[in-house]
């Protein structure tokens, strides 16, 4: 797949620096700590958008219910997706998906507490873009350092599960503010927890005004519906 | 705990520009952090002071700048550096704005002794 593409970056080893070395030995460079990863990402999303996939990457703690709604996005979802699986060292959620008849490949994370561009760029030599139209990473489960780092997908889907708490917006600014979708997962449980949506929504406007926030459940056909009616909003336009 | 693999790109180009500016130790890293970069100060601190001991830091001081959040609104266009973890214009009250600074991490300069 990467013959062609220069994806080793070795081009990208002169940083743009902007070398001002004076009598001090000063340098100023004014540099993002992290452009090598963005570099990655953004070649990542060459990847994806050569084969005319959309992809998004899939964030929140762990058991919030990534895995489960991939599993039943599946009835839902006109489309043809594969799934790039970070969320755990074990092959479990890649095994869960493949049972319904995903396509999914496993990151072998190791104990990464997120994924980055390349984690994502080395799963993306096995698996094959031309057949699907949207490509789900499923990153590790955690709120922190996942938003740090673009992987190369086009939207940021941040799921919250109603017995982890409204005030999880307010305590994980990062995550939240760098989300295009919010859900809030397992909705039918909401009679059994204080959890206010009118809080969340207050909550995620201060700090994201243009999100959309969605409540799911799996046992809510159309709220499944809702998801996958605003993943294929972004189907051919990049 | 991402601020160890944050640390680890810093001194990954912290090595090339010594290596292109022929220097064979570095004094001092000045770095931006913004309050919304997702980074704890403290825990990049520590990384930075466990890592650099290898590396051409290893007589480093690492200062960090902490940048607050600072937004443009678009409705009556000032540019506000806020206290608070939101997005909301305190002049007009207007959500309809954009972030311009406290979100990214930068590596801003760097003293170095050259060879
Ligand atoms: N009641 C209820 N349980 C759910 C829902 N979605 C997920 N779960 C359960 O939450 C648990 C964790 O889900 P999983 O998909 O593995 O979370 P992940 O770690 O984010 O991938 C599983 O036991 C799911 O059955 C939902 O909408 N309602
Ligand atoms: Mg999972
Ligand atoms: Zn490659
Ligand atoms: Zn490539
Ligand atoms: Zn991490
Ligand atoms: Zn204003």
């Not at chain 1, 004076?22 to 958008?49: C, M, P």
């Not at chain 1, 873009?129 to 997908?153: H, M, Q, R, W």
């Not at chain 1, 700090?207 to 959309?212: K, W």
Request: aromatic share 6%; with cysteine.
């Amino acid at each position: 797949m990467c013959q062609d593409c220069g994806c080793s970056l070795t081009d990208h080893s002169n940083l743009h620096s902007n070398p001002q070395l004076n009598d001090t030995k000063t340098l100023s460079v004014i540099h993002k700590i992290l452009d090598k990863n963005d570099h990655e990402a953004q070649h990542n999303r060459e990847h994806f958008e050569a084969n005319n996939v959309r992809a998004f990457n899939l964030m929140s703690s762990p058991g919030s219910g990534k895995t489960t709604l991939l599993e039943h996005l599946h009835e839902y979802l006109p489309k043809k997706y594969a799934v790039i699986e970070g969320d755990l060292e074990t092959s479990r959620d890649a095994d869960r998906l493949i049972a319904k008849g995903i396509e999914a490949y496993q990151v072998q994370t190791g104990s990464a507490c997120h994924l980055d561009a390349f984690m994502v760029h080395q799963a993306l030599h096995h698996i094959d873009l031309k057949p699907i139209d949207v490509c789900f990473v499923e990153n590790v489960g955690n709120l922190v350092c996942p938003a740090s780092y673009d992987v190369g997908t086009h939207k940021n889907i941040v799921l919250l599960s109603v017995p982890e708490g409204d005030d999880k917006i307010e305590k994980y600014p990062v995550m939240f503010r760098r989300a295009d979708l919010v859900l809030i997962t397992k909705m039918d449980l909401a009679e059994h927890f204080d959890f206010s949506l009118v809080e969340c929504r207050k909550q995620l406007e201060k700090l994201n005004p243009d999100v959309t926030l969605i409540p799911v459940s799996v046992k809510d056909a159309q709220s499944i519906t809702a998801v996958a009616n605003w993943i294929q909003k972004y189907q051919g336009e990049f | 705990m991402h601020e160890y693999s944050i640390v680890m790109s810093l001194m990954e180009q912290i090595e090339q520009l010594a290596q292109d500016n022929n220097a064979n130790e570095i004094i001092r890293v000045d770095i931006k952090v913004g309050v919304l970069s997702g980074v704890e100060p403290h825990l990049l601190q520590n990384a930075f002071d466990t890592f650099k001991l290898n590396t051409v830091c290893h007589d480093a001081q690492l200062n960090m700048q902490l940048q607050p959040l600072v937004i443009e609104c678009r409705q009556c266009h000032h540019k506000t550096e806020l206290t608070e973890r939101n997005v909301i214009c305190p002049h007009c009250k207007s959500y309809d704005t954009r972030v311009i600074d406290g979100e990214d991490m930068m590596l801003m300069q760097l003293e170095m002794n050259a060879s």
